[in-house]
């Protein structure tokens, strides 16, 4: 059988721009992904050098300032520094758990990310359920630093794994049922749709105003979740020297540097998205209502103001937990248990159980 060569040059042809389109689509499917890491990246060297400005500023004293600009690039120097040192490992150590500690640990909490809304349908993953598959993901970092503490072979570092574990679990509770009285108050546990009901109000339907006992639970708790002062028993630099760090260098120590800003960044951005509002323009309709529209608006306009609007919001709330650094004193670790078991597991039981009332008697 002899086939014409227009007709094999028509197949060829056919087959090329076939495969052409799967390449084309596969490109487009990592381009999110690649510009959401990239983005996250600026964010945590951003949260790097404000916490480093506002910290000296507290303290009275210069913060970085040569490294760039207003020391822009510390950060920066400060991971490159890291990236170049040598990778130590415990000569009696677990290295298997050693090395996959700190991997767990910050893809655990880059999971996250995916959740979030940034504008309007401008999320990577609008699930049903994203507000808790944050909640599920986000649990799954302390296992990570159980297994550094315990691959470690160093008393210090398996007393920090264990008191990240313990720490998770007492405050993980109360997160959960402040997000479960959120997911109440909107009829929905998507993080779209927790923020478009938010945004019927204007700056009065923030669930700040309708859930004022949710909120405080949930910034303790989240700071309880990051580790961070006066909750950071985990690596208390007194007692355990370093926690569970305590063995690390070079990059792997930098992992977990980067896993509690990657932490920070998304608690900060899950209360702004649950409680201040998300993306919406907080101006009451009377005043600029064809301005207000711009959370429904589409193309890249509409999709930098939302942006803009939500990081904003993001980076002004994490002057509470940065200025809370300098402010108290770091709990004991019973202090810490009894705090997240005695007061605000029951204080967060309450507040749901009032909320899912006022929802029966509202229908």
Not at 102 to 119: H, Q
Not at 281 to 289: F, G, K, Q, V
């Given at each position: 059988m002899i086939i014409d060569t227009p007709e094999v040059q028509d197949i060829d042809s056919f087959y090329r721009l076939e495969f052409l389109k799967e390449v084309y689509g596969i490109i487009w499917l990592f381009i999110p992904i690649l510009t959401l890491v990239l983005g996250i990246t600026i964010?945590?060297?951003v949260i790097v050098w404000l916490e480093r400005e506002i910290s000296a500023g507290i303290q009275q004293r210069i913060g970085p300032e040569y490294a760039g600009p207003l020391g822009v690039l510390q950060a920066l120097a400060d991971g490159t520094k890291l990236l170049?040192?040598?990778?130590?490992f415990p000569s009696r150590g677990?290295?298997?758990l050693f090395s996959i500690g700190p991997s767990i640990a910050v893809i655990s909490i880059l999971i996250s990310y995916l959740v979030v809304p940034f504008g309007y349908r401008l999320v990577l993953a609008d699930l049903n359920i994203g507000v808790f598959l944050w909640i599920a993901i986000s649990s799954i970092a302390p296992i990570g630093l159980l297994m550094s503490g315990y691959g470690s072979n160093n008393k210090y570092s398996f007393l920090g794994g264990l008191r990240a574990a313990a720490q998770s679990i007492s405050y993980e509770i109360p997160l959960t049922l402040c997000v479960l009285s959120?997911?109440?108050?909107?009829?929905?546990s998507s993080t779209i749709d927790i923020v478009e009901a938010q945004s019927k109000y204007g700056l009065g339907g923030w669930n700040l105003w309708r859930q004022p006992i949710g909120f405080i639970i949930f910034l303790i708790s989240s700071l309880a979740e990051c580790e961070r002062l006066p909750f950071?028993?985990?690596e208390a630099e007194e007692e355990l020297v370093a926690g569970y760090q305590t063995e690390y260098s070079g990059i792997k120590f930098g992992?977990?540097?980067?896993?509690?800003y990657l932490n920070l960044l998304v608690s900060s951005l899950f209360v702004t998205v649950l409680y201040l509002g998300g993306w919406n323009i907080s101006i009451p309709d009377i005043y600029l209502s064809e301005f207000f529209e711009i959370n429904k608006m589409g193309g890249v306009f509409g999709a930098t103001i939302g942006i803009f609007i939500t990081l904003a919001k993001t980076y002004l709330f994490l002057f509470i937990p940065i200025t809370t650094r300098w402010t108290l004193p770091r709990l004991r670790m019973d202090q810490l248990l009894n705090l997240g078991w005695k007061f605000l597991l029951p204080i967060s039981l309450g507040n749901l159980l009032l909320t899912t009332s006022s929802q029966l008697f509202s229908l």
């Amino acid at each position: 059988m002899i086939i014409d060569t227009p007709e094999v040059q028509d197949i060829d042809s056919f087959y090329r721009l076939e495969f052409l389109k799967e390449v084309y689509g596969i490109i487009w499917l990592f381009i999110p992904i690649l510009t959401l890491v990239l983005g996250i990246t600026i964010g945590v060297l951003v949260i790097v050098w404000l916490e480093r400005e506002i910290s000296a500023g507290i303290q009275q004293r210069i913060g970085p300032e040569y490294a760039g600009p207003l020391g822009v690039l510390q950060a920066l120097a400060d991971g490159t520094k890291l990236l170049f040192k040598e990778n130590l490992f415990p000569s009696r150590g677990d290295t298997r758990l050693f090395s996959i500690g700190p991997s767990i640990a910050v893809i655990s909490i880059l999971i996250s990310y995916l959740v979030v809304p940034f504008g309007y349908r401008l999320v990577l993953a609008d699930l049903n359920i994203g507000v808790f598959l944050w909640i599920a993901i986000s649990s799954i970092a302390p296992i990570g630093l159980l297994m550094s503490g315990y691959g470690s072979n160093n008393k210090y570092s398996f007393l920090g794994g264990l008191r990240a574990a313990a720490q998770s679990i007492s405050y993980e509770i109360p997160l959960t049922l402040c997000v479960l009285s959120i997911s109440l108050l909107s009829n929905s546990s998507s993080t779209i749709d927790i923020v478009e009901a938010q945004s019927k109000y204007g700056l009065g339907g923030w669930n700040l105003w309708r859930q004022p006992i949710g909120f405080i639970i949930f910034l303790i708790s989240s700071l309880a979740e990051c580790e961070r002062l006066p909750f950071d028993l985990p690596e208390a630099e007194e007692e355990l020297v370093a926690g569970y760090q305590t063995e690390y260098s070079g990059i792997k120590f930098g992992l977990f540097y980067v896993a509690s800003y990657l932490n920070l960044l998304v608690s900060s951005l899950f209360v702004t998205v649950l409680y201040l509002g998300g993306w919406n323009i907080s101006i009451p309709d009377i005043y600029l209502s064809e301005f207000f529209e711009i959370n429904k608006m589409g193309g890249v306009f509409g999709a930098t103001i939302g942006i803009f609007i939500t990081l904003a919001k993001t980076y002004l709330f994490l002057f509470i937990p940065i200025t809370t650094r300098w402010t108290l004193p770091r709990l004991r670790m019973d202090q810490l248990l009894n705090l997240g078991w005695k007061f605000l597991l029951p204080i967060s039981l309450g507040n749901l159980l009032l909320t899912t009332s006022s929802q029966l008697f509202s229908l």
